[in-house]
């Protein structure tokens, strides 16, 4: 919980100066005006009126038009009143690594799951996410007590169809 | 007092011995459902009916009607403890219990919550005893034309109460929206944003969409710096304090009468009079601003209320045979299969039997509390547990909980996704609960304006003409000038006191 | 641990696509492991209490679980194409109803009979004109002449676009001359509940549905649209009898995808036999205003395609909706 707080200030500078001084906002902002005008554009593949009355285009197609509205103004306030830029906003390339460790291990299970079965991508899944944190035989001993455990719960006594 | 003698002759019913033990059987069963994710009292209740074809049919609807209230006890425990609604009602729960939890006062924020739950499941049963019939009737001027005034006020609070900002509130909201409309659409069945992909047929499902946002977030969020994590140092007290206890009962009384009312309102959801209850109580508060950071009241009103919804809803079923949720029309069809039809006929005809599910759902709710309150204090120390172990150990159980949802990785695959967009949303602030909210109400919204204008021959003007509904329309409108004023005003005193 | 068994229940029942992603090859006799039922409508409506039955009596047959699942929506167009599209191993049914063949003339889905392999029809389900206990007309007459005094203004509440009981409502407007507004609702249930709520002004929906309503005395029911009265409202005419020439009902069964292999099916077929013929069914059939009616894969595969023919007919002379 590094900074969340309400106002940030300005820019920085630091290391990766360019990055860190990005607006954040502005580029969520982007992405979710993108989103909306996909979402809007294709809206009008949808009969706006049907033979039932409002057709099934109809709603999305305002609730997308207000929403790129609504996209604007956050991108407005956003490099306004409050600015949040990267480097304010999101932790040093330590803790990012972390963050990207676990997101990368649950990549490998979906990859993994149904080649190997549960057993081996949750163990795997488990280790990953435990060695930078613990030596490594308590990390492996770990991480494999644990997927057995919660195979055994879930497929045994769940009856969860897990491969 | 023809209803308070039911209430009496009921307990025979309720205290034989099996009786016990099915209730205790079935709120133990909810519990369990509502604690882990994806699975929820709907499709408990479901899959347990066909098993109860050999019991006796007082038993078996005491069984499946304590799996409906036990859950909604249960899905508050993952919401404190580590952040992940088990299903909408559990969502606000979120912002203030889990606040609460890296408080050390998790014992404290589910003390309350099961004292709120059994006060609120207690006294809507004997509103359900005492006055459910004419009230029942009351219920049923809630049309199509009402129910999209009830979901615009629901949405008004949302977006006007959650977060510091009114436009990034307007994202999330929007967002949730936008994804409500994904898959197949409710009045003409013509599939919308689809992307020809088979899975999203059917719209994304919530339990994976709310596990993401919040539950996976909040793993890698605390991945960052594992050393850094707000572990408390010690739990402060496993039950809430005195004071607290004297400061939640408002919000203990006042949820208790909306979840009540809006459980009579069928087609509603569990987490409409949570959301409404936790709106009120930060609207009344002397210090708002401790919402959102631990206040006790936003764990103490939303948890009465669902819990107390549940009694609510069983009044349109046992008096008109009314199913008001998809829960309860599960419980329909249970009745319907022990040869019984709900309605005034069955209080005329088998008053054992309905006093004697009215009685058991006294005595299940005291079970629950039986349960949960000495439970409080041993789920709380979970919060203990060193992040570096914790957070991997729920990380698979997220992940198995969104693989159970289709038995499929597509889940898990969607749940990362929006772990993601919510690890994102978390540094820029954007509020969740929102989303997650807006997801639930934006279906049953359009449904419910695409219905009404068809019956007021394509116009808008039913919406003003429905006294109910003009009269909700109205509380809207003043919900969200409020909102866009205080919004204004907070801007101001930021600007005032921090000149850029 | 006895519990044990409760758990695989409440576990699987999320399994709604279960059969989609899994690998698990059907290796040895069918069934491997437990059986999904897909009901493409609401639960608590006459055909999730169906399907429910019959899961319970194939489960018996079948020594594997048989789970129910709901996916409503789209006049049960959801469900349905779910099942279509599932691998055709008979581990994902689908509860049939009447809908299937009246997607295509509505251009709902591409679904029609031949998109699935029947497993059997189970019951016909007849459909009621209701209306609230207090409303002005006491007879079919009365209320065509309503209808005909007020065009447009007589909202009949159905179970969604293009559902039977919107065809229903249809044909009774087209075989009267009148017009009426049409309300959709997800499932029946919902449009039960506006009608005791007076938003609406009457429902063509299944006999079944409305009871509660009728004993609770909210609704009282004009005429059944059955060829013969209703055994479970005996003093409540026909539309024949009340000078309306024209019959209409609902009926539902089971299939599971095309291609499912001949040994399953033929399974399937023998435990849906057994499973409508105890009296357990039969007698909750009745009690819910429905009719048991058993044809085997092969009548019901006949019987679906003539229906196909005979909706279709009607379908495009009605011009539905505006």
Same mark, same amino acid.
């Given at each position: 919980?590094?900074?969340?707080?309400?106002?940030?200030?300005?820019?920085?500078?630091?290391?990766?100066?360019?990055?860190?001084?990005?607006?954040?906002?502005?580029?969520?902002?982007?992405?979710?005006?993108?989103?909306?005008?996909?979402?809007?554009?294709?809206?009008?593949?949808?009969?706006?009126?049907?033979?039932?009355?409002?057709?099934?285009?109809?709603?999305?197609?305002?609730?997308?038009?207000?929403?790129?509205?609504?996209?604007?103004?956050?991108?407005?306030?956003?490099?306004?009143?409050?600015?949040?830029?990267?480097?304010?906003?999101?932790?040093?390339?330590?803790?990012?690594?972390?963050?990207?460790?676990?997101?990368?291990?649950?990549?490998?299970?979906?990859?993994?799951?149904?080649?190997?079965?549960?057993?081996?991508?949750?163990?795997?899944?488990?280790?990953?996410?435990?060695?930078?944190?613990?030596?490594?035989?308590?990390?492996?001993?770990?991480?494999?007590?644990?997927?057995?455990?919660?195979?055994?719960?879930?497929?045994?006594?769940?009856?969860?169809?897990?491969? | 007092?023809?209803?308070?003698?039911?209430?009496?002759?009921?307990?025979?019913?309720?205290?034989?011995?099996?009786?016990?033990?099915?209730?205790?059987?079935?709120?133990?069963?909810?519990?369990?459902?509502?604690?882990?994710?994806?699975?929820?009292?709907?499709?408990? $209740?479901?899959?347990?009916?066909?098993?109860?074809?050999?019991?006796?049919?007082?038993?078996?609807?005491?069984?499946?009607?304590?799996?409906?209230?036990?859950?909604?006890?249960?899905?508050?425990?993952?919401?404190?403890?580590?952040?992940?609604?088990?299903?909408?009602?559990?969502?606000?729960?979120?912002?203030?219990?889990?606040?609460?939890?890296?408080?050390?006062?998790?014992?404290?924020?589910?003390?309350?919550?099961?004292?709120?739950?059994?006060?609120?499941?207690?006294?809507?049963?004997?509103?359900?005893?005492?006055?459910?019939?004419?009230?029942?009737?009351?219920?049923?001027?809630?049309?199509?034309?009402?129910?999209?005034?009830?979901?615009?006020?629901?949405?008004?609070?949302?977006?006007?109460?959650?977060?510091?900002?009114?436009?990034?509130?307007?994202?999330?909201?929007?967002?949730?929206?936008?994804?409500?409309? /994904?898959?197949?659409?409710?009045?003409?069945?013509?599939?919308?944003?689809?992307?020809?992909?088979?899975?999203?047929?059917?719209?994304?499902?919530?339990?994976?969409?709310?596990?993401?946002?919040?539950?996976?977030?909040?793993?890698?969020?605390?991945?960052?710096?594992?050393?850094?994590?707000?572990?408390?140092?010690?739990?402060?007290?496993?039950?809430?304090?005195?004071?607290?206890?004297?400061?939640?009962?408002?919000?203990?009384?006042?949820?208790?009468?909306?979840?009540?009312?809006?459980?009579?309102?069928?087609?509603?959801?569990?987490?409409?009079?949570?959301?409404?209850?936790?709106?009120?109580?930060?609207?009344?508060?002397?210090?708002?601003?401790?919402?959102?950071?631990?206040?006790?009241?936003?764990?103490?009103?939303?948890?009465?209320?669902?819990?107390?919804?549940?009694?609510?809803?069983?009044?349109?079923?046992?008096?008109?045979? /009314?199913?008001?949720?998809? $829960?309860?029309?599960?419980?329909?069809?249970?009745?319907?299969?022990?040869?019984?039809?709900?309605?005034?006929?069955?209080?005329?005809?088998?008053?054992?039997?309905?006093?004697?599910?009215?009685?058991?759902?006294?005595?299940?709710?005291?079970?629950?509390?039986?349960?949960?309150?000495?439970?409080?204090?041993?789920?709380?120390? /979970?919060?203990?547990?060193?992040?570096?172990?914790?957070?991997?150990?729920?990380?698979?159980?997220?992940?198995?909980?969104?693989?159970?949802?289709?038995?499929?990785?597509?889940?898990?695959?969607?749940?990362?996704?929006?772990?993601?967009?919510?690890?994102?949303?978390?540094?820029?602030?954007?509020?969740?609960?929102? /989303?997650?909210?807006?997801?639930?109400?934006?279906?049953?919204?359009?449904?419910?304006?695409?219905?009404?204008?068809?019956?007021?021959?394509?116009?808008?003007?039913?919406?003003?003409?429905?006294?109910?509904?003009?009269?909700?329309?109205?509380?809207?409108?003043?919900?969200?000038?409020?909102?866009?004023?205080?919004?204004?005003?907070?801007?101001?005193?930021?600007?005032?006191?921090?000149?850029? | 641990?006895?519990?044990?068994?409760?758990?695989?229940?409440?576990?699987?029942?999320?399994?709604?696509?279960?059969? @989609?992603?899994?690998?698990?090859?059907?290796?040895?006799?069918?069934?491997? &492991?437990?059986?999904?039922?897909?009901?493409?409508?609401?639960?608590?409506?006459?055909?999730?209490?169906?399907? &429910?039955?019959?899961?319970?009596?194939?489960? &018996?047959?079948?020594?594997?679980?048989?789970?129910?699942?709901?996916?409503?929506?789209?006049?049960?167009?959801?469900?349905?194409?779910?099942?279509?599209?599932?691998?055709?191993?008979?581990?994902?049914?689908?509860?049939?109803?009447?809908?299937?063949?009246?997607?295509?003339?509505?251009?709902?889905?591409?679904?029609?009979?031949?998109?699935?392999?029947?497993?059997?029809?189970?019951?016909?389900?007849?459909?009621?004109?209701?209306?609230?206990?207090?409303?002005?007309?006491?007879?079919?007459?009365?209320?065509?002449?309503?209808?005909?005094?007020?065009?447009?203004?007589?909202?009949?509440?159905?179970?969604?676009?293009?559902?039977?009981?919107?065809?229903?409502?249809?044909?009774?407007?087209?075989?009267?001359?009148?017009?009426?507004?049409?309300?959709?609702?997800?499932?029946?249930?919902?449009?039960?509940?506006?009608?005791?709520?007076?938003?609406?002004?009457?429902? @063509?929906?299944?006999?079944?549905?409305?009871?509660?309503?009728?004993?609770?005395?909210?609704?009282?029911?004009?005429?059944?649209?059955?060829?013969? &009265?209703?055994?479970?409202?005996?003093?409540?005419?026909?539309?024949?009898?009340?000078?309306?020439?024209?019959?209409?009902?609902?009926?539902?069964?089971?299939?599971?995808?095309?291609?499912?292999?001949?040994?399953?099916?033929?399974?399937?077929?023998?435990?849906?036999?057994?499973?409508?013929? @105890?009296?357990?069914?039969?007698?909750?059939?009745?009690?819910?205003?429905?009719?048991?009616?058993?044809?085997?894969?092969?009548?019901?595969?006949?019987?679906?395609?003539?229906?196909?023919?005979?909706?279709?007919?009607?379908?495009?002379?009605?011009?539905?909706?505006?």
């Amino acid at each position: 919980m590094a900074s969340t707080e309400g106002v940030t200030r300005g820019g920085q500078s630091g290391p990766n100066g360019w990055i860190k001084r990005q607006n954040a906002g502005l580029w969520f902002g982007l992405a979710f005006l993108a989103f909306s005008v996909l979402f809007f554009r294709m809206s009008f593949d949808l009969a706006y009126m049907s033979k039932l009355g409002a057709g099934p285009g109809m709603y999305p197609r305002w609730l997308c038009g207000i929403s790129i509205v609504v996209a604007i103004a956050y991108i407005w306030q956003s490099c306004t009143t409050q600015v949040f830029r990267i480097g304010d906003r999101f932790p040093g390339r330590r803790e990012l690594t972390n963050v990207a460790t676990i997101f990368v291990s649950c990549v490998v299970f979906l990859l993994l799951l149904n080649h190997v079965g549960f057993l081996i991508a949750g163990s795997a899944l488990m280790f990953i996410a435990f060695w930078r944190n613990y030596a490594l035989w308590k990390a492996t001993a770990l991480s494999i007590t644990i997927t057995v455990i919660t195979w055994v719960v879930f497929k045994i006594f769940f009856s969860v169809p897990l491969p | 007092m023809e209803s308070f003698d039911g209430l009496m002759s009921g307990f025979a019913v309720a205290l034989t011995w099996q009786n016990l033990l099915y209730c205790l059987i079935g709120v133990t069963v909810g519990q369990l459902v509502g604690v882990l994710p994806g699975v929820g009292p709907t499709t408990a $209740t479901a899959l347990l009916i066909p098993l109860t074809y050999g019991m006796s049919p007082a038993s078996a609807i005491i069984m499946l009607s304590g799996i409906y209230y036990g859950g909604m006890y249960g899905g508050t425990i993952t919401s404190v403890l580590i952040n992940t609604p088990g299903e909408a009602a559990s969502v606000i729960t979120c912002i203030d219990g889990y606040k609460m939890a890296k408080q050390g006062r998790a014992g404290a924020a589910l003390g309350i919550a099961a004292l709120g739950s059994f006060i609120g499941g207690i006294a809507s049963v004997i509103g359900l005893a005492l006055v459910g019939p004419p009230l029942a009737e009351l219920a049923l001027r809630f049309g199509p034309t009402e129910m999209f005034s009830l979901m615009v006020l629901g949405l008004t609070m949302v977006v006007g109460l959650m977060g510091t900002s009114i436009v990034r509130g307007l994202v999330a909201m929007f967002f949730g929206l936008i994804l409500s409309t /994904i898959g197949m659409d409710p009045i003409s069945g013509a599939l919308r944003f689809t992307f020809g992909q088979p899975f999203l047929i059917s719209g994304i499902d919530l339990v994976t969409i709310a596990m993401g946002l919040f539950g996976l977030s909040e793993i890698f969020l605390g991945m960052e710096n594992l050393s850094a994590v707000g572990k408390p140092e010690k739990l402060t007290g496993l039950f809430p304090k005195r004071e607290e206890l004297r400061g939640t009962s408002g919000a203990i009384f006042r949820g208790t009468w909306l979840g009540f009312f809006i459980g009579l309102i069928p087609g509603t959801s569990s987490a409409v009079p949570a959301l409404l209850s936790y709106s009120i109580e930060k609207a009344l508060s002397k210090t708002p601003e401790r919402f959102g950071n631990g206040a006790i009241e936003g764990v103490a009103g939303p948890e009465t209320a669902n819990n107390s919804y549940c009694g609510g809803a069983m009044i349109p079923l046992l008096t008109l045979g /009314i199913p008001s949720s998809p $829960t309860i029309a599960i419980l329909l069809g249970a009745f319907i299969m022990h040869g019984l039809t709900p309605g005034p006929i069955l209080f005329k005809q088998n008053p054992d039997f309905v006093w004697g599910v009215i009685d058991s759902m006294l005595v299940g709710n005291a079970m629950l509390l039986a349960m949960n309150l000495p439970l409080a204090g041993l789920w709380a120390r /979970i919060a203990l547990v060193p992040p570096k172990l914790l957070y991997p150990i729920v990380l698979i159980l997220s992940i198995i909980g969104a693989y159970t949802v289709s038995n499929d990785l597509w889940d898990v695959g969607v749940m990362l996704v929006f772990g993601v967009i919510g690890y994102v949303m978390k540094k820029l602030d954007i509020p969740m609960a929102p /989303i997650v909210l807006t997801y639930v109400l934006g279906a049953m919204m359009e449904k419910a304006a695409l219905q009404s204008v068809k019956m007021n021959d394509g116009s808008l003007m039913g919406l003003v003409e429905s006294p109910i509904s003009l009269s909700i329309l109205i509380l809207a409108t003043i919900v969200f000038l409020g909102s866009v004023y205080a919004e204004i005003k907070n801007k101001k005193a930021m600007l005032a006191g921090e000149p850029d | 641990m006895k519990n044990g068994l409760l758990f695989s229940a409440i576990v699987s029942a999320v399994a709604l696509t279960g059969a @989609t992603g899994s690998q698990v090859a059907a290796q040895g006799a069918f069934p491997q &492991r437990e059986v999904t039922i897909v009901v493409p409508f609401n639960p608590g409506g006459a055909s999730d209490m169906t399907a &429910r039955i019959i899961a319970k009596g194939m489960e &018996r047959e079948l020594g594997k679980p048989v789970v129910v699942v709901n996916k409503a929506g789209g006049s049960g167009g959801v469900g349905m194409s779910q099942v279509a599209r599932s691998p055709a191993d008979g581990y994902t049914l689908s509860y049939i109803p009447v809908e299937l063949v009246m997607h295509k003339a509505l251009k709902l889905s591409d679904l029609e009979p031949a998109t699935f392999a029947f497993v059997g029809q189970t019951t016909v389900v007849p459909a009621a004109l209701t209306v609230p206990v207090d409303a002005p007309y006491k007879t079919v007459a009365d209320f065509v002449k309503y209808a005909k005094a007020n065009p447009g203004k007589v909202r009949v509440g159905n179970s969604g676009a293009g559902s039977i009981w919107h065809i229903a409502a249809s044909a009774l407007e087209q075989n009267q001359g009148v017009k009426f507004n049409h309300i959709p609702f997800e499932g029946a249930a919902p449009a039960v509940t506006a009608l005791m709520g007076k938003h609406i002004e009457a429902v @063509t929906v299944n006999s079944g549905e409305v009871k509660a309503g009728v004993d609770a005395g909210k609704l009282k029911i004009l005429a059944v649209m059955t060829p013969e &009265r209703d055994p479970a409202f005996p003093n409540v005419p026909t539309l024949k009898e009340s000078g309306v020439n024209l019959e209409f009902a609902g009926w539902g069964g089971f299939a599971a995808p095309k291609g499912t292999p001949k040994p399953v099916m033929d399974k399937l077929s023998a435990a849906l036999k057994a499973a409508a013929s @105890t009296d357990e069914f039969k007698t909750f059939i009745t009690s819910r205003g429905m009719i048991v009616s058993y044809r085997d894969a092969a009548n019901f595969t006949k019987f679906a395609d003539d229906q196909y023919v005979f909706f279709n007919g009607l379908l495009s002379k009605m011009e539905l909706g505006k």
